[in-house]
C-alpha cells in the first residue's frame, strides 16, 4: 500500500499531525513505544484549549500563577490549564484510526529511501509514501 504521508513519533507533533492529516489523507503513523504511555501534563492558557475543542482534557484550572527565575517571582493573572497528555495522545490516536488510517506501535525506525517515492523501513515491515514526516 501506497501512503500519502509517513510519520515518524507518536508523541504530542506527530499524533496532532496525524489526526488532522488523516482526515484527507492516508496515513501511517510509527511509535517506537506505546502511545500514551505517560504521566505528564501540560500547561497553557485556556483559551487556547477552548479554540482547539479541547476543554474535556482539561485536569486543572489556575486563575494565578507564579514562576521564579533566579531571584525573583514573577506573577501572571492569566486562565491556565493542565492537560492531560495520555487523554489527549490516545484521542489524537484513535482519530487516526477513525479516519481509516494506520498506527504501528512498538514499531522501530531502521531507514529510509528515497527514489520516485519514500521507502521505510522498520522493525515491523517495509512501507512506501510519498511524503515523509520525522
Known amino acids: 500500500m501506497l501512503y500519502d504521508a509517513i510519520i515518524i513519533g507518536g508523541g504530542p507533533a506527530g499524533l496532532t499531525l496525524g489526526s488532522e492529516l488523516s482526515k484527507k489523507h492516508n496515513i501511517l503513523l510509527i ?11 501540560w500547561t497553557t492558557e485556556k483559551m487556547i484549549i477552548k479554540k482547539a475543542g479541547l476543554e474535556r482534557f482539561i485536569s486543572a484550572e489556575f486563575k494565578k500563577s507564579a514562576f521564579r527565575s533566579v531571584n525573583q517571582f514573577f506573577y501572571f493573572k492569566l486562565n491556565l490549564v493542565s492537560i492531560d497528555e495520555r487523554k489527549i495522545l490516545l484521542y489524537f ?18 531507514n529510509h529511501k528515497i527514489t520516485e517515492i519514500v521507502k521505510v523501513k522498520t522493525s515491523r515491515g517495509n512501507f512506501e509514501s510519498r511524503l515523509l514526516i520525522d
Open 31 to 41: 511509535e517506537k513505544g506505546e502511545i500514551g504511555n505517560t504521566t505528564k501534563r
Open 93 to 110: 490516536k484513535n482519530n487516526i484510526s477513525k479516519n481509516k488510517s494506520k498506527v504501528l506501535e512498538n514499531c522501530s525506525f531502521i
